[in-house]
């Protein structure tokens, strides 16, 4: 899994994650947050023990509260998105 910060600044920052086919992303925590999906990806997402399986199309943009979760890449292939985290 790779982290980049492309830009940051003290309202927001900007990372770019890659997750490696069927790679699990260490627990973190995030800000409230825009995510725009790269590629088509299906993840699992674990939030207080609660699994969910999410699916995204390359280009979709999605609204996320702050949060404390675990991604996990089901697929075989690279997962990238652009995050846009607002700091409180």
Not at 3 to 19: A, G, M, P, S, Y
Not at 53 to 82: C, F, M, P, Y
């Amino acid at each position: 899994m790779g982290v980049t910060v492309e830009f940051e600044n003290e309202r927001v920052r900007v990372l770019r994650v890659k997750h490696e086919g069927r790679e699990r992303h260490p627990h973190t925590s995030r800000h409230d947050r825009l995510i725009i999906y790269l590629n088509e990806g299906r993840v699992m997402r674990t939030e207080n023990g609660k699994q969910e399986e999410i699916r995204r199309k390359a280009g979709e943009v999605v609204w996320k509260k702050s949060s404390e979760h675990q991604i996990e890449n089901l697929k075989d292939s690279n997962h990238e998105t652009i995050i846009v985290e607002f700091k409180p």
